[in-house]
């Protein structure tokens, strides 16, 4: 069996995710990228995984209410660990793919030796994109689709709603990505244009 056939839990009641699946979420507040990465993290530690992941300060000490003790004994035992967000935007905005797949790959390595099942990774895009800019994160995405379906490991990009009247940049990058969170569902991509015109015009 390829690797990355491999199922591991989403976090989704009822679904899975396969090892190589690059996922996209857009969100509308802290406490609906909270809704969809706790449980995301949470059921990758239950199942022995690495697990990493950026976000705002602001907001960690609520992510690891959400997660529990077990959150905390995580992060204490290393199978939990916070990246730094501008470590993340120098690496995405300075490096060539062939230099990314490489770094993503010794990445997971580096899991695997430490015992873990795979590596899950997740992250707030809107707090590297500064740095990083739109058509740099575009090339990124379209980097990781591609390596991810050959390594054990998922990846969850977490874009900030923008109303398309105002920007288009978070459905395009979404659409780079073969599956996605919407609400309590997980929806492969020909699904996307279709949740795309549900949701032009919010706010």
């Not at 069996?1 to 899975?16: A, C, E, Q, W, Y």
């Not at 996209?24 to 995984?49: M, Q, R, W």
């Not at 992510?63 to 199978?79: I, N, R, T, Y």
Request: charged share 25%; proline share 5%; with cysteine.
């Amino acid at each position: 069996m390829r690797r990355n056939r491999i199922l591991v839990p989403s976090g989704v009641p009822g679904t899975n995710l396969r090892l190589g699946d690059h996922l996209c979420h857009v969100y509308y507040s802290d406490d609906h990228f909270l809704a969809t990465v706790v449980p995301y993290i949470k059921a990758g530690l239950e199942n022995g995984e690495k697990c990493t992941i950026y976000l705002a300060d602001g907001i960690k000490p609520k992510f690891l209410d959400l997660l529990g003790a077990k959150g905390q004994a995580a992060v204490e035992c290393g199978s939990l660990e916070f990246l730094d967000p501008d470590d993340v935007a120098d690496l995405y905005a300075s490096v060539s793919g062939r230099k990314l797949e490489q770094a993503m790959s010794v990445i997971v390595r580096q899991a695997l030796d430490s015992g873990y099942k795979s590596l899950r990774v997740a992250g707030q895009v809107g707090l590297i994109l500064p740095k990083v800019g739109q058509e740099r994160m575009l090339f990124v995405e379209m980097v990781t689709t591609r390596v991810l379906r050959q390594l054990p490991a998922v990846l969850l990009c977490e874009y900030p709603f923008v109303p398309s009247r105002i920007s288009s940049f978070p459905w395009e990058a979404a659409n780079l990505h073969p599956r996605f969170f919407y609400g309590a569902s997980l929806e492969r991509a020909s699904r996307l244009e279709v949740i795309h015109r549900k949701e032009r015009g919010k706010k």
